[in-house]
C-alpha cells in the first residue's frame, strides 16, 4: 500500500542514505486522463550537515528507487519528487505580570516555542494552528496576556532559506496557516534568530 512504501522510504537503512521527511500520493489526473497503472508520487526531503531540511541529492534519489523496487508489486509505477521548504519567522508580544521578570518570561517563551518547532515534531503538509501557539505562550509562568503572534515568511538562499516564497497572509484561514497545496513542510531554519519576542504594556 503507499503506507508501506512511506514506512519503507523512512526506514531505509543508513547505508543508502537518510530520508528526513515523506509524504505519498496519486498523482492528480485531469478529468479526460485515465491511468492504467498504479502511479505513485513519493515527495521527500533530507537534511544537511547542520541539521536543516535540504532537498535529496540524486545519488539519494537513486539509492531509494533501488530500495523501494526490492518490494515493488508489479504494476507499481513511483515518481520520487522534491517536497518543498516554506521557511518562517515568528514574532509575538506579551503583557507580563507584575511581579516576573520580563527577559526571563521572554526566554521561557521562546524556548517553548523552540521545542513546539523542533523538526522531529513536524510533518509534510502538517498546518499552523495558531490557536495553539496563543495557549502554548499563555500557560508560560509569568504571562498575563498574549497580545499577538506573526509568522512571516523567510526566504532566499544567498541568506540561507529556502528558495520558495509563501504568502502567508493569503494562506491563513480561520487562524489556521495550511502549506500549499503542493506537499510542503514549514521550518524555523534558525530559531535563535527568527523567533522574537516584546513585552508590551497593559
Known sequence: TSDDYLVRALSMPSDYGSITKAYIEK???TDNQISTIETLSLYI????????????SNTLKKNLKTYLSQQRMIGDSIEIRDAYIINIAIKF??????????SETLMFC???????FLLEKWQLNQPIFLRD??????KVKGVQTVKNIKITNKVGVPLGYSQYSYD??????????????????FEIRYPDQDIKGRVVPL
Open 27 to 29: 498523482p492528480k489526473l
Open 45 to 56: 526531503l533530507s537534511q544537511n550537515k547542520l541539521g536543516n531540511l535540504d532537498f535529496a
Open 93 to 102: 508580544e506579551i503583557i507580563v505580570l507584575p511581579e516576573f521578570n520580563n
Open 110 to 116: 521562546i524556548n517553548s516555542l523552540k521545542d513546539y
Open 133 to 138: 501557539l496563543y495557549v502554548l505562550l499563555d
Open 168 to 185: 502567508i497572509d493569503s494562506a491563513i484561514q480561520n487562524q489556521i496557516l495550511y502549506p500549499s497545496l503542493d506537499p510542503s513542510i
